[in-house]
């Protein structure tokens, strides 16, 4: 069985132009920040189980997801991005890190930077998916060192 111990899982819950996303308060590079609920990919499990898991863990929101993105990092490791839609406004907080809808059009600017392209990536009907990213001299801990497509 390969090592699960730097591969994850990535979510994003839409309904309408409107993105589910979470206040992270850890890992420490992260607290504060607004991402998609996820995480780790547990001994055993598939990426679409975690992300299934996780979904459900941190904002109690059970969703047909699809994967749209898996990003390569440098030095090994996988991170698996999701997407789904919803008709529902429900969610539950579910942990010490606040859930809540943000208009996907109008981010805050405490959003993870990968968040601004892998929303339109993730809506976008002609790209076929799942797009494979090679993330160079990127480390899974140090995202503010990716910069936004122009």
């Known amino acids: 069985m390969r090592d699960q111990s730097r591969h994850y899982v990535l979510g994003f819950l839409f ?5 589910l996303l979470i206040e992270k308060q850890r890992p420490a590079w992260c607290k504060g920040l607004l991402n ?3 995480g780790k990919i547990e001994p055993g499990e598939s990426p679409a189980e975690a992300m299934y898991r996780e979904a459900v863990e941190e904002a109690a929101v059970v969703a047909d997801w699809e994967r749209f993105v898996v990003m390569r990092l ?4 996988t991170v698996h991005c999701y997407y ?3 008709c529902s ?3 539950e907080t579910r942990t010490d890190e606040i859930v809540n809808w943000y208009d996907s059009k109008y981010l805050p600017s405490n959003t993870v930077k990968h968040v601004r392209w892998l929303l339109p990536l993730a809506l976008d009907t002609e790209v076929v ?3 494979e990213v090679h993330m160079q001299k990127v480390s899974i801990v140090d995202w503010s060192s990716f910069e936004q497509p122009r």
Do not use: D, F, I, L
């Open 15 to 19: 309904k309408g132009q409107h993105v």
């Open 74 to 77: 440098s030095g090994g490791g």
């Open 36 to 38: 998609g609920v996820g």
């Open 84 to 86: 789904a839609r919803t």
């Open 129 to 131: 998916k799942p797009v």
């Open 89 to 91: 406004w429900q969610y």
